[in-house]
């Protein structure tokens, strides 16, 4: 049987043994290998797409050639002035490329890279911030006078002055320290120029009365005031008097300095309080508290607000206002002062509704309140009426569910003489809204009355 085998794309068919017509087959697959396959003359072989020789071995050769013009002429790996070499970044999302530049410097990501023995490093190429450090440069006996900066303010222990500094190199406004010269002795009475600072002279004991003029004027750092006169001698020891009018002297227990005076001039119901700069001022009192210009003071109107009531008060209820109709529908819920009538529709639009099973509802009322513990209770007055042969009942409120913590007692008694009594077989269960019990005798028009725990507050209340 022939074997089909497949040559740079193309198929052949290669007959077995015993095969007939098979010379056209062999014929064209020989030809083909002799102009498909790489011969050792060389000579042009073009492919058609990459080689791969697979993870084991790869190849060996005397040298690799660009196809770049102009490649080098020996090497391992010939390429022309415009070939690269390339690695991929870390961070795979460029390749940086070795290569050379203009210059034949070489080039890594377009950078010049120094070269050790040649003399590549040119003045461009360094940074004028590069901060080269001195014991790198080679400059010993190289630097110049005119290679020193006018302004250098080069350190005198820097300089090898010792002997050689003449009077001629001294300025005439060198302003040298006395410490630093060698006068001892040396200074002449001729030497004197002006005013000598009485701290330099040594006159301790020495001064006579004939030395002290008559209009002699001692300063206040001497003890004396500087003045001639008691007046001006007191504003010499008193502060400025400069926009001090009407002003009077204070003492903070170390200095002394010029403050308002309190005047009895002050606006009805104002107060005098210290501001800032610990003065007295005349102030209007705000707030929560108003003060008469009799000095009487009072709450102002509406300014108590919850926050500002102690949790522990103990407020008696004849002080609280516990109108309804001035409290907001959600407060006067909270308190139980709010009433819900049945099929009268409230919050959302939700109606307090009546539904039963032997019954109907003829009016209701309820009244939801908070306890202290946070539960919701519901206080509630029912009238309906039972169908004749009904001996049970149960009724569902709507928008409650009721707590069945400990069966809770609803009271039901009979507007046709019947006498009412406690339903001990009545509850409410968890998560449900209905409540049952038995009708007994004469219930036939029965008023239901209780104060029931709740799971929630009721949805139609505000």
């Known amino acids: 049987m022939s074997t089909s085998v497949t040559l740079n794309g193309t198929s052949y068919t290669i007959p077995a043994l015993a095969d007939a017509s098979w010379g056209t087959n062999v014929a064209n697959y020989l030809i083909a290998i002799s102009t498909a396959v790489l011969q050792k003359s060389g000579g042009t072989f073009t492919l058609t797409a990459e080689i791969d020789f697979g993870a084991t071995y790869g190849l060996k050769a005397a040298y690799l050639k660009s196809k770049t013009a102009n490649i080098a002429a020996a090497g391992a790996v010939r390429l022309a002035k415009t070939d690269t070499v390339r690695f991929r970044n870390n961070a795979n999302g460029a390749d940086l490329a070795l290569g050379i530049d203009g210059t ?67 300025s005439a406004s060198a302003a040298i320290a006395y410490s630093k010269l060698a006068l001892t002795g040396a200074i002449l009475n001729a030497d004197l120029a002006g005013s000598i600072a009485y701290s330099k002279l040594s006159l301790s004991g020495s001064i006579a009365t004939a ?49 308002s005076a309190l005047t009895s001039t002050l606006t009805s119901t104002n107060i005098f309080v210290g501001n800032v700069s610990n003065v007295a001022t005349s102030v209007a009192m705000t707030g929560d508290v108003t003060i008469s210009n009799a000095g009487v003071t009072a709450i102002a109107s509406g300014v108590i607000v919850n926050a500002d009531v102690s949790a522990s008060a103990a407020i008696v209820s004849t002080k609280l206002d516990l109108d309804p109709t001035n409290m907001s529908n959600a407060a006067a819920t909270t308190l139980g002062r709010k009433q ?43 009238k309906g009426s039972l169908s004749a042969a009904a001996t049970s009942s149960s009724v569902a409120l709507n928008g409650v569910v009721f707590k069945n913590a400990s069966r809770q007692a609803i009271l039901a008694y009979s507007q046709t003489g019947g006498a009412g009594k406690a339903m001990t077989t009545a509850y409410a269960i968890p998560n449900d809204n209905n409540m049952y019990w038995a009708s007994g005798a004469n219930m036939d028009d029965p008023i239901y009355s209780f104060d029931v725990e709740l799971e929630s507050k009721p949805t139609w209340a505000y």
Do not use: C
């Open 104 to 170: 034949d410097r070489l080039t890594f990501n377009s950078v010049v890279l120094a070269t050790a023995g040649v003399a590549s490093i040119v003045n461009a190429d360094i940074s004028a911030s590069a901060a080269i450090a001195y014991s790198k440069l080679a400059l010993t006996g190289a630097i110049l006078n005119a290679d020193v900066s006018a302004s250098a303010a080069i350190a005198y222990s820097k300089l090898a002055l010792t002997g050689s500094i003449v009077n001629a190199d001294v």
């Open 211 to 259: 030395d002290l003029a008559a209009a002699m004027l001692v300063p206040i750092t001497k003890g004396g005031t500087g003045e001639t006169t008691a007046n001006a001698a007191l504003n010499a020891l008193l502060p400025s008097q400069a926009s001090a009018s009407g002003k009077v002297l204070s003492s903070d227990g170390t200095t002394t300095s010029w403050a």
């Open 340 to 382: 819900y009538l049945w099929d009268v529709a409230y919050n959302g639009s939700i109606t307090p509704s009546l539904s039963g099973t032997n019954f109907t509802a003829t009016r209701g009322v309820f009244i939801p309140y908070k306890m202290q513990d946070g539960t919701w209770h519901l206080r509630a007055n029912i």
